[in-house]
């Protein structure tokens, strides 16, 4: 098991407020993921990193930041949370060779409201 | 951005039934991965292709990568009801950007 754990698990927020999700790793992998799932999308890839201050952007960042300072830490940050930013928000890590190892966390659920 | 249509979008099943989904897309994919998601919980890797033609068993399930390179199957013997939940499939383009499908539900009728 690789040891990754989101924090929280579900949150509700207003419109305009920030919002900073967790994702923690115990396992010093190098590169993590901030994904989110909505219905009909599948999963699409908001920022990842591949070292501590190492970080890039995926296909949909708008509205969205991260920091990693650890190694076990990846942090996303909605600014501004909006509407459109309600969804299931999932952290992985790739921890094997070749694609097939990523291990996901168990999301967290985010509602704007 | 580029995308993957994976079919069917639900299935409805009996258990014992045999089930088949598949991806396909309109570039050459280097690496197919079937991935599986329970209600609540992240996805699950199942079964990792990294040749064109391989054909990779896992238990019940079955997956190829296409000789093409733009497609994949999953194939599921004998369902049960722990199998019931959303199959995904993913793959690696030619600049190695990890791309998903939408996902197939799968549903045992009562």
């Known amino acids: 098991d690789a040891g990754i754990t989101q924090s929280p698990r579900h949150k509700v927020t207003e419109t305009g407020t920030p919002v900073t999700l967790r994702c923690h790793q115990t396992e010093n992998h190098r590169y993590m993921y901030w994904y989110r799932q909505d219905p009909g999308h599948g999963l699409r890839l908001i920022h990842y990193s591949y070292g501590v201050k190492d970080t890039d952007k995926g296909e949909v960042s708008d509205g969205y930041s991260v920091s990693r300072s650890k190694t076990e830490d990846f942090l996303l940050t909605l600014e501004s949370a909006t509407s459109s930013q309600t969804s299931v928000y999932f952290c992985?890590?790739?921890?094997?060779?070749?694609?097939?190892?990523?291990?996901f966390g168990s999301g967290t659920r985010l509602t704007v409201v | 951005g580029q995308q993957l249509n994976q079919s069917p979008q639900s299935m409805f099943i009996q258990e014992g039934e045999d089930v088949s989904m598949n991806c396909t897309s309109s570039s050459i994919f280097n690496t197919w991965l079937w991935y599986k998601q329970d209600p609540g919980e992240g996805p699950v890797l199942l079964i990792a292709l990294y040749k064109a033609g391989e054909l990779t068993s896992n238990g019940r399930l079955t997956a190829q990568f296409g000789i093409t390179r733009k497609d994949s199957f999953l194939n599921i013997s004998a369902s049960i009801p722990s199998d019931v939940g959303i199959y995904f499939c993913a793959g690696t383009d030619s600049n190695y950007q990890l791309i998903w499908g939408a996902g197939t539900k799968l549903i045992i009728k009562p």
């Open positions: 992985a890590i790739k921890d094997g060779t070749g694609w097939g190892g990523y291990t």
